[in-house]
């Protein structure tokens, strides 16, 4: 498939015009138009309706969008892996949601790169669906979320433990009943959790679905909300935050997810350094006496599951 015409397809979703899409691209109206009807008659569907306003894609066009992102995706990915320096012997590509690249991935990465200077590293943060989609596409070679999908052919294993508790900006404060508790969506269990345990809890005055947003919001405008015990262990200690005693806690695993026989050396390379990091990790906070958030990694399964939602 010509990935000019993938390309041209996108831009026009993305600008909802075919006049947009040509001045995006540097090219005539008509010569979008003519690629459009060249994919389309690949395809042998109609991908986009034309309206005065603009034009909105078919059924056939949403579910072509998917499978064109993945092609560009692959594409920029083998452009980069062709071109791999001299001084460079692998690539490793992975992913973390968002919030878990704050508290693990990254000093995890930055550790690795210093011992690891020959391998390159492609970094991904996204959503639970985008992951795993570009898990399953071959374009990541593991990934750290929250409530992986457990799918044939892949390998999950509890990295971390984390525990939720309520942080507040004041030590007075009643968590959700008082009008500026914030609720951060951690995630279906944790919605369906926060309910048993606050069944008088009706809507909040604020919902986010960023854990780092949550909490910037607390510190600057005040409030109480839920965050990992190991996130704000600083700002308890230097008195910006207050840990509210007599409310529950939550229990929040997190995992890795990779091919179980992917051949890629460089990826189970990295995959052994961040284990080992855990327990390292892991070790230190407990002779300190220091709230960990790791755990041992520990293979969990294998096969079919249900995908739950974890958006911070």
């Known amino acids: 498939m010509d990935m000019g015409l993938v390309r041209t397809f996108l831009e026009v979703v993305e600008m909802g015009s075919f006049i947009r899409a040509a001045v995006s691209l540097h090219v005539t109206q008509s010569t979008v138009s003519a690629r459009v009807k060249e994919l389309e008659l690949e395809l042998k569907q109609s991908l986009f309706v034309r309206r ?3 034009v909105v894609l078919t ?44 508290r693990i991935a990254l000093t995890w990465m930055a550790d690795y790169r210093m011992g690891h200077p020959e391998v390159a590293v492609r970094a991904e943060a996204g959503t639970p669906e985008s992951l795993m989609n570009h898990l399953a596409d071959g374009l990541l070679d593991f990934v750290i979320m929250y409530s ?84 704000v262990a600083a700002d308890v200690a230097a008195g910006r935050l207050h840990l509210i005693g007599g409310m529950p806690e939550f229990l929040r695993p997190a995992h890795i997810i990779y091919p179980i026989d992917s051949g890629n050396e460089a990826a189970a390379q990295a995959l052994g350094s961040l284990r080992e990091a855990v327990k390292q990790d892991r070790a230190a906070m407990t002779q300190s006496g220091a709230p960990s958030a790791m755990a041992e990694a520990q293979p969990i399964r294998r096969g079919r599951a249900r995908s739950v939602g974890s958006p911070a």
């Open 52 to 54: 005065k306003s603009g």
């Open 148 to 231: 992986p999908e457990a799918r044939p052919g892949f390998q999950i294993e509890k990295l971390i433990e984390e525990m939720l508790v309520m942080a507040a900006s004041r030590p007075d404060h009643r968590g959700p009943a008082d009008a500026d508790y914030v609720f951060v969506d951690w995630g279906r269990d944790f919605a369906a959790w926060h309910s048993d345990q606050f069944p008088d809890f009706s809507s909040p005055g604020l919902h986010v679905s960023l854990g780092a947003l949550g909490l910037s919001y607390i510190l600057e405008r005040g409030g109480a909300g839920y965050f990992p015990r190991r996130l």
């Open 59 to 102: 059924p056939a066009g949403k579910r072509f969008q998917p499978h064109a992102q993945t092609m560009m995706h692959v594409l920029r990915q083998a452009r980069q892996d062709v071109a791999l320096p001299a001084q460079l012997r692998a690539i490793i590509n992975i992913g973390a949601q968002y919030s878990l690249w704050q």
